[in-house]
């Protein structure tokens, strides 16, 4: 019965999680939609937005106490979520974009590889297959028919370092949170807030400031902070403390693949070869690599008999 609970437990999770993949899905089209504002003012606005109603949660619940965390876990949740958007804007600034985007996108291959050393986890070659396919199939979408053009002239290397550094700190933030299951998620507001903060720095010193023109972008702003840039960082950190974190690695794949179907879908693009590898290939990756779950879903996660019962059954015979 025991076994029954926790595997239902660890679906129940996993599925919180997958919601974050759904969420950063829609990315590309509330950031097409929030028009000419730089990033780290909009990193700004959304993790303050989402910070801000986090805390309001927090206080009408009476759980503010929650955030009285140790200094160590303020600096893990704030260096994990501002340290990985500064070395990504980084990267897109410094180096070709859809070379960038692709260093970036190992993050998912490298939490299904870090998992391994986590207790209680086992890295089975079809977990490393289906995240490898879905490698491949990010990277037919991501690069479409531009092809790489990997070149260490310029500022160049200094963005294909940020961008492996982007992919090494959401990767090791995301296993790591493991590692910090006693740490309530609500503490994820106080990493939001602490992001936001540190994103304002970060466009005083390094932006010009153009804020959003039309109701059109300030609701596009607001989505960002709602969903994306907000509730999806809670149900991450639920999912990969609590859920099968190498399916949650695979099935990431499927962000930037959402992510193009919804630009199509509202006139950003057109539907290419490319983009049906890509459906093809990331689905199929996270199919392989959440065999285990399907199957244990598939027998209705049932327990083993009792010890004492095939004593008994041996017994008999």
């Not at 025991?2 to 599925?15: F, H, I, P, V, W």
């Not at 590889?113 to 977990?127: I, M, N, Q, T």
């Not at 690069?143 to 053009?149: I, R, T, W």
């Not at 290397?157 to 940020?162: D, I, K, N």
């Amino acid at each position: 019965m025991q076994d029954t609970q926790d595997a239902g437990a660890r679906l129940k999770a996993t599925l919180i999680g997958l919601t974050a993949v759904l969420m950063w899905a829609t990315l590309g089209v509330f950031g097409a939609g929030s028009g000419s504002v730089p990033p780290f003012l909009l990193n700004a606005l959304c993790f303050g937005l989402s910070g801000l109603l986090a805390l309001a949660y927090l206080a009408i619940r009476g759980r503010l106490r929650l955030l009285r965390q140790p200094l160590g876990v303020w600096a893990f949740g704030t260096v994990g979520l501002f340290g990985f958007h500064f070395f990504y804007f980084t990267a897109i600034r410094n180096a070709p974009p859809v070379d960038a985007n692709l260093i970036n996108y190992t993050w998912p291959l490298l939490i299904v590889v870090f998992s391994a050393f986590l207790p209680g986890e086992r890295l089975k070659a079809h977990h490393v297959a289906g995240t490898v396919l879905g490698l491949g199939g990010a990277g037919v979408l991501i690069a479409g028919g531009e092809g790489l053009s990997l070149s260490l002239s310029g500022t160049a290397a200094l963005g294909y370092g940020a961008a492996v550094a982007s992919s090494l700190f959401w990767s090791s933030y995301s296993v790591l949170s493991r590692r910090l299951g006693d740490v309530p998620t609500e503490a994820v507001a106080g990493f939001c807030l602490m992001t936001s903060l540190l994103s304002a720095v970060c466009h005083v010193f390094l932006e010009d400031t153009v804020w959003p023109a039309t109701v059109t972008e300030w609701g596009s702003v607001v989505a960002l902070g709602l969903f994306p840039v907000g509730l999806a960082f809670f149900t991450w950190d639920v999912g990969v403390k609590k859920g099968d974190i190498q399916v949650l690695g695979a099935a990431a794949y499927s962000a930037p693949l959402l992510s193009t179907l919804l630009l199509i879908a509202f006139g950003y693009g057109a539907f290419t070869a490319g983009v049906g590898f890509a459906c093809v290939a990331i689905t199929l990756g996270a199919v392989i690599a959440a065999k285990d779950m399907l199957l244990r879903k598939g027998r209705g996660d049932q327990p083993s008999a009792p010890k004492d019962d095939l004593v008994t059954q041996e017994t008999a015979r």
